[in-house]
């Protein structure tokens, strides 16, 4: 088992800048992949980043170019820098660790985006 607790939303204008954070309790280093997931209201949790043990990583098609994806396996933490936002990326942002055959979920932080 591993917990997960992701830190870094909050309110932020369009055009704003947020960098989530998702430390675990242990190491993360056969996390494979690590990924962060949004849920928007009324709608299903999608995927938005994911970063591979080999350092891959791959992307929803609306943040591209926007936001990165990073890991810190020392730390065990995982990043989500997040720029140029815009209200469609408002939502509960979770990380999830894929380790072994099982998923391993935090319990979401909330970023809004709004003027």
């Known amino acids: 088992q591993v917990q997960l607790v992701e830190s870094g939303g909050g309110l932020v204008q369009p055009g704003g800048s947020l960098r989530l954070s998702c430390a675990a309790s242990?190491?993360?280093?056969?996390?494979?992949?690590m990924g962060w997931y949004r849920q928007a209201p009324g709608k299903e949790r999608e995927l938005v980043a994911r970063m591979f043990s080999g350092g891959g990583t791959t992307y929803t098609d609306s943040v591209k170019d926007r936001f990165i994806i990073s890991r810190d396996n020392a730390k065990n933490t995982v990043y989500l820098q997040m720029n140029s936002l815009k209200p469609g990326d408002t939502g509960v942002y979770y990380c999830?660790?894929?380790?072994?055959?099982?998923?391993?979920w935090g319990q979401g932080t909330q970023v809004t985006v709004s003027s």
């Open positions: 242990r190491s993360i280093f056969n996390c494979n992949p």
């Open positions: 999830r660790c894929s380790e072994w055959g099982s998923a391993y």
